[in-house]
């Protein structure tokens, strides 16, 4: 609902000629911008992938790039740029991939006003993040759980892979939060003085969702510090177990080394029943050992 400072100018009233463009490189593009006159830089960042996300006031136009998402299998995260050119009169949409919430919007008819297509896009954009971060919650569950029992060993770079995820998708977010923010203080025909409310709104949804990436970044550290905390603790008990039955030979290399010296021995040690009798020794000694330091360590 517009306030009483809002100027007839300033209402929205007609709808836009929606152009969507599907490969940024066709010369389609190059005669929309010949008709509705539009900046050569624009045009320029708008076939250059990797773009920024940010907002720049043209001649009567914005000129928007948004960023989507996809979530690879194998942890890779996928940047796609949609670029917007938002008139009074026209409405271009750019992008090299299908984007479902352009998709669902020209679906709905192109009987839209300026102002409202551009929330409506905005904020199907940044709907689409909230299920790549369950995906990724998903995948930390099923992590956690694989490093709790070890049973993989390649924990810690699975671990390092959603990590830069998580590194690449707060990038992202941070850009398109400077977006919503941008839009709620830019003057522009474009822009009804009804939708900065609705800015907001998707500027607090991004700041909830960099809240959850810096929320999931703190437990992978705490993961990989349980992963290698269990690690350690394996290495610790192994090296007890060797140093513990190294120490519980003890007798048996002393008694060993002892009656092999070159020297005369007294003379029992000639009898039949000697062996035995060292033997006996020697393993009666090695348990007792053995159980003092097993209570002991």
Known sequence: MASSGCRPED?????????????????????????????????????????????????????IVLKTLVLETNNLLTVR???????????????????????????????????????????????SYLPLLDEIQVRIDTLQGRAIRRTERNVPEQINELRGTLIGLRRALLSMRHVAFRLQHIRSEVIGCDLPPFLRDIYHHLAEDLDTIAGERDRLAGILDLYLASVANEHTAAMRALTLLGTAVLPALVISSFLGMNIRMPGWTNSASAFEAVTGATILLTLLLWRYLERRY
């Open 81 to 127: 740029d949609l670029s917007l050119f938002v008139g009074s009169e026209f409405l271009i949409t750019v992008h090299s991939a299908p984007v479902p919430a352009v998709e669902a919007l020209r679906q709905g008819g192109n009987d839209v006003r300026p102002g409202e297509v551009l929330y409506r896009l905005i904020d199907g954009v940044v709907d």
């Open 11 to 63: 209402t929205e009233s007609a709808s836009i000629v929606w152009h969507d463009i599907c490969d940024p490189k066709t010369d389609e593009l190059d005669g929309l911008a010949e008709r509705y006159r539009l900046h050569p830089v624009h045009i320029k960042e708008c076939r250059a992938a990797g773009q920024r996300a940010k907002v720049e006031v043209g001649d009567r136009y914005l000129f």
